[in-house]
């Protein structure tokens, strides 16, 4: 059974999975079963690449257990339970790097991301606030929630491989 940790070091509230590794793997399985296929669609066109991958939540049984976590951190961290979750998938390939953005452009009161795979060099998040950006490297099986108005980006991927990660926004529910 995988057991969450929150930490807040504000601005940033950070996750970490113990037992996560099932998790992670059913989720890469998943992932790259329906990458390509007819229940997934790609979004957000910068830096000559489509940022987001979006995979119908029906196609993905196994992100269940990785939304319930993420889900029980948002309604601790938001002090509420009428919370709804939309997800993503990142994936940059190598020389990739995702662009400066925020996530301002709803009712969104939380967003967040959890690193499935992180080889060595794979690109810190950058998180944007008062005292300059924070550099976070990515590690598997963690999770980083911070304010939706936080401008953000990741680095380069200079891994020579795959990173990957599945990012969240929680709002009120409807």
Known sequence: M?????HTE????LGRVDGHQPITRSVLGAFDREFGGPNMHQSHLELGRLENIWITREAIPEIDPLLTLANQ????????DDLRATFWFNRMLPGERTARHNHEEGDELLSGVYYLETPPDCGDLLIYHTGGPT???PREGRFIFFAPRLAHAVEENRSGQR?????????PEE
Do not use: D, E, K, W
């Open 2 to 6: 995988s057991q969450l940790y929150l």
């Open 10 to 13: 504000p601005p940033l509230h």
């Open 73 to 80: 951190a948002a309604r601790t961290i938001l002090g509420r």
């Open 135 to 137: 550099h976070i490297p």
């Open 163 to 171: 990173r990957l990660s599945v990012a969240f926004n929680f709002g």
